[in-house]
């Protein structure tokens, strides 16, 4: 049985087409920080693309939580910065590529005048819940 639960339509809730509602579980919380179209070596990938920026975003995503003894399996909430809502689309096809689309996490979309540099189209945070590691 999984350690989360997701329910995607909690009673008198209309249901939601490309997140779940509610997510719960037990376990360890993790906390991956906003993150940008940078590549290891901190330069921007994909400027002026949507697409590039979110399949970059999304890999920094899966770098912080192994980093974490975690994965997209565990993640219960995505928050997405977006300058432009006309970026949601790209974001939903990165995701997609990382994430079970019958298992996604709770999500909020916000569009921000503008984020740390002009070049980056979005940023993008995560908090995940991974088992509690066996005590020593």
Excluded: W
């Amino acid at each position: 049985m999984s350690r989360l639960t997701h329910i995607p339509a909690p009673d008198g809730v209309a249901p939601a087409t490309a997140y779940t509602h509610v997510v719960t579980g037990t376990g360890r919380l993790v906390a991956v920080s906003g993150q940008l179209a940078l590549d290891e070596e901190g330069k921007l990938v994909g400027e002026g693309d949507a697409a590039a920026q979110a399949r970059q975003v999304f890999e920094n995503l899966r770098r912080c939580l192994a980093a974490a003894g975690a994965t997209f399996d565990d993640v219960i909430k995505l928050t997405y910065f977006v300058t432009d809502m006309a970026h949601m689309p790209a974001v939903r096809a990165a995701r997609e590529a990382f994430l079970d689309p019958a298992r996604l996490p709770a999500s909020s979309a916000v569009r921000v005048a503008g984020l740390v540099d002009p070049a980056f189209l979005m940023e993008i945070e995560a908090l995940a819940m991974v088992p509690e590691e066996p005590a020593a």
